[in-house]
């Protein structure tokens, strides 16, 4: 049976008045870094206090980028939802050799195909992406997440935006501490 084509689920982590957008891309170290800041982050101020969203922002250097994002995007719109996305993205992150090149340009993944690489993604999720990977909705939600990061100036990862203002002094060797007095929570 196929399943009717979804838009990607947000990738959310809390639900409060303050929001924090982490501009992240799924194959680089310093935005793993801030990735695994995140929860603890949450923890401390408290689901109530702070919504934090995660956006994308796929970077050419990293050469599978625009691949293991769409995966993210459609494991999100399959029926585990952001769950499912949160889940593959942690997933890339723990496993970062399997899907980056040495210095940018050499190493075992030169021999891999998009549909390893998706395949991959899927056991990491533990969904079946091979349907949603084709769905226009992952398209679109693939080019949202570009055209958001491009009109607020962010072309580099990590990037925070607390309330829709980008956070130049924010980065990922910052502590939770130093995160909590740039968001004011």
Request: charged share 20%.
């Amino acid at each position: 049976m196929t399943a009717s084509p979804q838009s990607p689920a947000p990738l959310v982590l809390g639900h409060g008045a303050t929001e924090l957008e982490v501009f992240l891309e799924a194959t680089c170290p310093h935005s793993k870094r801030a990735f695994d800041k995140l929860q603890p982050l949450l923890d401390a101020v408290g689901p109530d206090a702070l919504t934090i969203q995660i956006r994308f922002v796929p970077q050419s250097w990293h050469l599978y980028s625009g691949v293991v994002t769409r995966a993210i995007l459609a494991a999100s719109a399959t029926e585990g939802g952001g769950e499912a996305g949160l889940k593959a993205l942690a997933g890339v992150f723990r496993n970062r050799a399997d899907f980056e090149f040495d210095g940018h340009h050499s190493g075992p993944n030169m021999n891999r195909t998009p549909a390893e690489i998706l395949a991959a993604i899927a056991d990491l999720a533990g969904v079946d992406l091979a349907e949603a990977w084709t769905w226009n909705t992952v398209t679109q939600a693939l080019k949202w997440h570009i055209k958001y990061a491009r009109q607020n100036g962010i072309h580099v990862s990590p990037t925070f935006m607390v309330d829709r203002i980008v956070q130049p002094d924010m980065g990922s060797r910052q502590t939770i501490e130093d995160w909590r007095a740039a968001i004011g929570v």
